[in-house]
Each structure stands twice: as structure tokens, then as C-alpha cells.
């Protein structure tokens, strides 16, 4: 139940993406083309896709998150972290020059974690030792001991 949501054959321009992450608060994905040099986002359709920042003010981004109203992101050419309003691109800011090429970005945060019901939670799942949830089909979790 895959469907493609960018692609060249639709016309979108994509040449070198390098960069992925999810909003579950609005429902959209977003992404970077590091030889493209732009930042954009659409719907998880594909539909209303939109160029928030490109050019000079990320020559290439190799890592994004998103967090609240603000996406952040690591610059090889600008070696820095760098963060903008999610929407418009304004509020840019460099929050740290690095003397290396940085890699990743994480962000940790209860509210960016989707909760569901974990089949290991209630006695280890009835494991003795291990219990390893996997997903099942997009329909929930299952797991094995």
C-alpha cells in the first residue's frame, strides 16, 4: 500500500534527496535536495507541495527534524544547525558553526513519538526474555518472543 509521492515524472524537481522527516502534528512530510538546494513539504499525498527555503540559505542540507512551528537542519556547506519557521522560512537563524561537516539531527520529545498499544507491555508480552515488536502490515503491532 505504497504510493509514490514525489516524482520526476510529475514534474517535481528532485535530483539529490537527502533529507526526510515527519509532522504528525500538521500531517505533512518534508524533505531536502541537497544538489537542488531547497527545502520543501507537502501532504503525505504528495498534494500541496511547497518551497520553504532555497538557494544561498541552504546550499546543502544533509539532515532535517521538525519540532512545533520550527524545522532544523545540519548544512555541509555552511557547517552549522541551522533553524527557520516551518511555513514561511522566516526566523533563520544559525544556532551553531561547527568545524566539521555535520551529519544528524534528532529530536526527542514525548509529543513526536506516535503512542500505541504495545503487545510487550503488559508481562514482557508473556516473553521470557526478549519480546520484539514488529509492525503487521500497517494494521497495528505484532511480536515474537
Not at 57 to 78: C, E, G, R, S
Not at 80 to 93: D, V, W
Request: aromatic share 14%; charged share 25%.
Amino acid at each position: 500500500n505504497f504510493k509514490r509521492i514525489i516524482s520526476v515524472l510529475k514534474g517535481d524537481d528532485l535530483a539529490w534527496p537527502n533529507a526526510i522527516t515527519i509532522d504528525y502534528f500538521s500531517d505533512r512530510i518534508w524533505w531536502a535536495d541537497a544538489h537542488l538546494d531547497y527545502i520543501a513539504y507537502s501532504d503525505f499525498d504528495g498534494g500541496n507541495k511547497k518551497i520553504v527555503l532555497e538557494g544561498l540559505q541552504v546550499p546543502h542540507v544533509f539532515a532535517i527534524t521538525i519540532m512545533d512551528d520550527y524545522i532544523y537542519w545540519t548544512d555541509w556547506d555552511k557547517r552549522a544547525i541551522l533553524k527557520a519557521h516551518k511555513f514561511t522560512g522566516k526566523e533563520y537563524t544559525v544556532l551553531r558553526n561547527t568545524t566539521v561537516r555535520p551529519f544528524d539531527i534528532q529530536i526527542f520529545h514525548p509529543s513526536r513519538q506516535i503512542e500505541y498499544d504495545s503487545p510487550c507491555e503488559v508481562k514482557n508480552g508473556g516473553c521470557s526474555h526478549l519480546c520484539l515488536i514488529a509492525p503487521n502490515n500497517m494494521d497495528g503491532t505484532k511480536f515474537t518472543c
